[in-house]
């Protein structure tokens, strides 16, 4: 089992920055894929941005070039930077690591972007 915990989620304005935090119990090194997915309300989650323990990353179409994934693999954290933020990016913020075939979710941070 792998327990994820995020953080840094909240109110900003549009255009404003939030970067989110993920701490996983586990080495991310020897995870498959990290990444992070958003639920708005009334909408079914999506995929925002995936690594893989390579370092490649992928994102939604989305939020590229607004979004930036990182990942610190000594402290078994990902992030996620969030600039230039829009209404619509408002959703609960979910951490995933894939761990071949088991998939581990966090509990989720709520992201508001709204004036």
């Known amino acids: 089992q792998v327990q994820l915990v995020e953080s840094g989620g909240g109110l900003v304005q549009p255009g404003g920055s939030l970067r989110l935090s993920c701490v996983a119990s586990a080495s991310i090194f020897s995870l498959n894929t990290m990444g992070w997915y958003r639920q708005a309300p009334g909408k079914e989650r999506e995929l925002v941005a995936a690594m893989t323990s390579a370092g490649s990353a992928n994102y939604a179409d989305s939020v590229k070039g607004r979004f930036t994934m990182s990942r610190d693999n000594a402290k078994n954290t990902v992030y996620l930077q969030m600039t230039n933020l829009k209404p619509e990016d408002t959703a609960v913020y979910y951490c995933?690591?894939?761990?071949?075939?088991?998939?581990?979710w966090g509990k989720g941070t709520l992201v508001t972007v709204s004036s």
């Open positions: 995933n690591a894939l761990s071949l075939p088991q998939k581990f």
